[in-house]
């Protein structure tokens, strides 16, 4: 008799779950996965395809998408040697992860953090050093660094902004969590554009161990483009770019780039309106009886309510989807809504108050 399939499987798959988004994907107000309200101008999508056109599509792009990275090396103004690109930031986390992480390597976390992490470093058999953030959701940056030292973490994991919890590190503070533990150090900053704090994309040629990851899936307004980077000094990336797929990054993808930066002030405009109507919004729902929100430096509001579960099953019968992110450690009863556009949190906040 042979064995059950599940017995030839990775272990580590009966310790995690398939990726999920509770709520589906459709909603009449659609606020629940952090992306922009606005979508690319016509005239831009028609001269993006135009030059898409020309371009050979029997062909495999190149191994690695260096016209992309090169654009976008040309934008930051660092070197091409330091840049990477992948197809979106998620890729690439398993690409890092899989070049950092092994066998007993142990991961710092601060917790919550973006759920990828625990998933990819418990596949990779890695072992978990989890470290919470303050009861204000913000970092804990002296118990991270005793814990790594304590711990001699192999792999330190930083989401800042920090998805689901919204806030930041500050550069001084990444730098001394880079310079003082012996380990890498991975800075997502997804959402830096929305930040408070200065990126640490300065830091990469200082120090050896640090890497820096974006998206531009969100300030970008690229989420269906799926483009990311990840961004060090050439040594590491020599050796982090050994496991990425190769030729996973289209054309498109590097064609789009291009003019979205070309076009830049759509980006500034689009996150301009973004912190205006966050502050906005932090205000109207500071006034709403039962309900607490926290400070925020992303394109979202984390706010506690009474019961997170009654809360969303009621949003989402009036039409507007929300994340329920109150199974994360320190966030019971905490619903994450992204910015939307005006009438969509109008919307928002209307049913919150009759709720």
Not at 9 to 28: C, H, M, S, T, W
Not at 50 to 63: A, Q, S, T
Not at 187 to 198: K, L, N, V
Request: some cysteine.
């Amino acid at each position: 008799m042979k064995r059950d399939f599940r017995a030839l499987l990775n272990p580590a798959l009966e310790r995690i779950e398939a990726y999920k988004v509770e709520g589906g994907q459709d909603a009449q107000v659609k606020l629940n996965q952090n992306e922009s309200p606005f979508d690319l101008p016509m005239w831009l999508k028609d001269n993006i395809l135009d030059e898409f056109r020309r371009e050979p599509w029997n062909r495999y792009p190149d191994i690695l998408p260096y016209r992309g990275m090169a654009t976008y090396a040309s934008f930051l103004g660092v070197p091409v040697e330091s840049v990477i690109m992948s197809n979106g930031s998620n890729e690439m986390l398993y690409t890092i992860f899989m070049a950092c992480v092994g066998v007993g390597r142990k991961v710092l976390i601060p917790e919550p953090s973006f759920s990828l992490y625990d998933k990819l470093a418990v596949l990779l058999q890695g072992e978990i050093v989890s470290v919470p953030l303050q009861p204000d959701l913000g970092f804990d940056v002296d118990a991270i660094i005793k814990a790594a030292t304590q711990e001699q973490v192999d792999f330190i994991v930083l989401s800042t902004p920090n998805n689901p919890a919204g806030k930041s590190m500050s550069h001084d503070e990444i730098e001394r969590i880079v310079s003082t533990c012996d380990a890498i150090v991975l800075a997502d900053e997804a959402y830096i554009e929305f930040s408070r704090q200065e990126s640490v994309v300065d830091l990469i040629d200082r120090y050896p161990n640090l890497i820096v990851l974006r998206t531009m899936s969100k300030a970008l307004a690229l989420a269906g483009m799926r483009i990311g980077f990840a961004l060090t000094n050439p040594e590491l990336m020599g050796e982090i770019t050994k496991p990425k797929i190769p030729f996973a990054s289209g054309r498109l993808a590097e064609i789009t780039l291009a003019n979205v930066l070309e076009n830049y002030s759509l980006v500034t405009d689009a996150v301009r309106y973004i912190l205006a109507e966050r502050q906005r919004m932090e205000e109207a729902l500071a006034g709403i009886a039962g309900v607490e929100v926290f400070e925020s430096d992303t394109n979202f509001l984390i706010i506690r309510v009474g019961n997170a579960k009654e809360v969303f099953t009621k949003l989402r019968e009036g039409g507007v989807l929300v994340r329920n992110v109150s199974g994360y450690p320190l966030m019971e009863n905490c619903l994450r809504c992204n910015i939307g556009l005006i009438e969509e949190n109008d919307r928002l906040l209307e049913l919150l108050k009759s709720c």
